[in-house]
T-cell receptor, first 112, second 115 residues
Framework: SQQGEEDPQALSIQEGENATMNCSYKTSINNLQWYRQNSGRGLVHLILIRSNEREKHSGRLRVTLDTSKKSSSLLITASRAADTASYFCATGVAGGYQKVTFGIGTKLQVIP | GAVVSQHPSRVICKSGTSVKIECRSLDFQATTMFWYRQFPKQSLMLMATSNEGSKATYEQGVEKDKFLINHASLTLSTLTVTSAHPEDSSFYIC???????????FGPGTRLLVL
């Protein structure tokens, strides 16, 4: 089964609105990462938050992590049509190179 | 930033043939690379970890004799889908961590269609 499960699986918003996606996971992690994938393309790393961090910002992105609830959220503020993509969370475990496990993703559509 | 390339980007082949997909790290060396498979509207599933100079480590349920991985150099890993069947049609993506980085750099993916 997937380590990460994103919620919602699909989200449609108007340009300028904020988009919030959630991710839940099952096991202990070293870090949690969010990636973006445009249709039929590879993945682009957005942000990484470590297990000892609670919140992190990068431009219009804000990520929170609650290890007690084993959940994370990705907030995209002031969304743009170009933000239309699928967003995945991935969990990394400690030890050696990161072997990440991906969730099922949230498909975001931003309507101009 | 670090760049990972894949070749080919798209391949169509007949059932029973073998297909080789290359993954290259363009501006850094990668002793480890990862191969993923993604079916339409689904997530990425890790298939195997490619290790330079040693055998690949396969995830449970992935047939190592069907998906041959060779990490020939510090910048190149290849995935060969042997005796491909229509159910092998998928999007194959590789990734590589740069140094001790916690994040991975992903290739653009290879779309395989087996007829």
């Amino acid at each position: 089964s997937q380590q990460g499960e994103e919620d919602p699986q699909a989200l449609s918003i108007q340009e300028g609105e904020n988009a919030t996606m959630n991710c839940s996971y099952k096991t202990s992690i070293n870090n949690l990462q969010w990636y973006r994938q445009n249709s039929g393309r590879g993945l682009v790393h957005l942000i990484l938050i470590r297990s000892n961090e609670r919140e992190k910002h990068s431009g219009r992105l804000r990520v929170t992590l609650d290890t007690s609830k084993k959940s994370s959220s990705l907030l995209i503020t002031a969304s743009r049509a170009a933000d239309t993509a699928s967003y995945f969370c991935a969990t990394g475990v400690a030890g050696g190179y990161q072997k990440v496990t991906f969730g099922i993703g949230t498909k975001l559509q931003v309507i101009p | 930033g670090a760049v990972v390339s894949q070749h080919p980007s798209r391949v169509i082949c007949k059932s029973g043939t073998s297909v080789k997909i290359e993954c290259r790290s363009l501006d850094f060396q990668a002793t480890t690379m990862f191969w993923y498979r993604q079916f339409p509207k689904q997530s990425l599933m890790l298939m195997a970890t490619s290790n330079e100079g040693s055998k690949a480590t396969y995830e449970q349920g992935v047939e190592k004799d069907k998906f041959l991985i060779n990490h020939a150099s510090l910048t190149l890993s290849t995935l060969t889908v042997t005796s491909a069947h229509p159910e092998d049609s998928s999007f194959y993506i590789c990734s590589a961590p740069r140094g001790a980085a916690e994040t991975q750099y992903f290739g653009p993916g290879t779309r395989l269609l087996v007829l």
